[in-house]
T-cell receptor, first 115, second 113 residues
Framework: AQKITQTQPGMFVQEKEAVTLDCTYDTSDQSYGLFWYKQPSSGEMIFLIY??????QNATEGRYSLNFQKARKSANLVISASQLGDSAMYFC????????????FGSGTKLNVKP | DTEVTQTPKHLVMGMTNKKSLKCEQH?????MYWYKQKAKKPPELMFV???????INESVPSRFSPECPNSSLLNLHLHALQPEDSALYLC????????????FGPGTRLTVL
């Protein structure tokens, strides 16, 4: 079975500082994808970044990077130089080869960026 | 273009009404999803269509009826809903492999009176 765990229900960060949102996962699949999504109060789920299980390099997309530690089964999201617009819910998700039509979501982390 | 569109954006309905939610994508994705999301919770999977066939139904009550008329369209027909069905309904689509993300529409905020 697949499982995603996000242990930080809420976090605060000062504007312009970096912040790390934690995500651990459990799967018996050898091939899987890990994803982060941002959900502002408007409700739309915005895809941020992706890491494949076979990727050796950590993924980066602008101010977002994914700290992938396969042996520890962790896929933490790092946001550099936080902006007020980064205040939102963040969900970690995974999709595996077995039953790959399903995405498994963590419980989410509410990030608040303080001016 | 990674756009998934959903209509309507907001919907208020009574418990005896029949309404439909619509979702459309033109990315050639062969998997399409309906999710229900309550406030401050992760999306909860309802249905998955793969190549226009229903592949997953997460034991959703029959008052929700999905339909996939073609590879670009996904509908969710609503009938005799309960107030606890009030939620954000998200549609998503994805390519058909485990290493690709899914793309979400903006959602429909449903209120059942």
């Amino acid at each position: 079975a697949q499982k995603i765990t996000q242990t930080q229900p809420g976090m605060f960060v000062q504007e312009k500082e970096a912040v790390t949102l934690d995500c651990t996962y459990d799967t018996s699949d050898q091939s899987y994808g890990l994803f982060w999504y941002k959900q502002p109060s408007s409700g739309e789920m915005i895809f941020l970044i992706y890491q494949g299980s076979y990727d050796e390099q950590n993924a980066t997309e602008g101010r977002y990077s994914l700290n992938f530690q396969k042996a520890r089964k962790s896929a933490n999201l790092v946001i550099s130089a936080s902006q007020l617009g980064d205040s939102a819910m963040y969900f970690c998700a995974m999709r595996g080869r077995y039953n790959f039509n399903k995405f498994y979501f963590g419980s989410g982390t509410k990030l608040n960026v303080k001016p | 273009d990674t756009e998934v569109t959903q209509t309507p954006k907001h919907l208020v309905m009574g418990m005896t009404n029949k309404k439909s939610l619509k979702c459309e994508q033109h990315m050639g994705h062969r998997a399409m999803y309906w999710y229900k999301q309550k406030a401050k919770k992760p999306p909860e999977l309802m249905f998955v269509y793969s190549y226009e066939k229903l592949s997953i139904n997460e034991s959703v009550p029959s008052r929700f009826s999905p339909e996939c008329p073609n590879s670009s369209l996904l509908n969710l027909h609503l009938h005799a809903l309960q107030p606890e069905d009030s939620a954000l309904y998200l549609c998503a689509s994805s390519p058909y492999n485990e290493l690709d993300t899914q793309y979400f529409g903006p959602g429909t905020r449903l209120t059942v009176l």
